[in-house]
């Protein structure tokens, strides 16, 4: 057990002030819909510029799902994006070790950033379909029991379903 301090807002994650942001990115890490666009369009070009250079050199086929990797959070107040590639839920195939992995790379990037705070959406339970209930306990239960330097992790939630299911689960 660590002694993160986990929090939840309702809100936009990209007016967060933390040392880093978790982009629920797709593999491509070319921008995307949901948080991942929001992102993108509010740090400017150069997370753009900064995720090209990354498929130019190591993820030629993109980001594999349940990996991060962070680039910088231009014009975000985050000096950091983390960017970690969510499971798509699946009711005949559990991806649940897919989905945990998620929270437990990004803090994993965060570490070697050395930074003390960070934001996440809920991973997967967007357009890829992931039971809110269930994502919401993933992402609790793997952040308690991650072993991280970070102190705070604040999980921005965009609606009062996903910030309830979160309650819920902490």
């Known amino acids: 057990m660590t002694g ?4 939840l807002v309702r809100g936009d994650i990209t007016e967060q002030s933390v040392d880093a942001i978790v982009n629920a990115a797709n593999s491509s890490l070319l921008g995307g819909g ?8 509010a740090g400017g070009p150069a997370i753009l510029d900064a995720c090209r250079a990354l498929r130019a050199s190591h993820y030629g086929k993109g980001l594999p799902t349940g990996k991060a990797v962070a680039t910088t959070g231009g014009e975000l107040s985050a000096r950091w994006v983390i960017h970690t590639v ?3 839920w699946s009711a ?6 897919l989905l945990a992995s998620c929270y437990r790379e990004s803090l994993r990037v965060a570490d070697e950033l050395g930074v003390g705070s960070v934001a996440f959406p809920a991973i997967s339970t967007g ?3 992931w039971p809110i ?12 029991n991650a072993k991280t330097a970070v102190a705070e992790v604040r999980f921005v939630l965009f609606d009062e379903r996903a910030y309830t299911a979160f309650a819920n689960a902490l």
Request: glycine content about 12%.
């Open 133 to 144: 209930d269930d994502g919401a306990r993933i992402a609790v239960e793997t952040v308690r």
């Open 4 to 7: 993160i301090v986990i929090t």
């Open 127 to 129: 357009i890829y379909r």
């Open 34 to 41: 949901g948080v991942d666009g929001a992102i993108h369009r």
């Open 92 to 97: 005949t195939e559990d991806r649940t070790e």
């Open 86 to 88: 969510g499971p798509v």
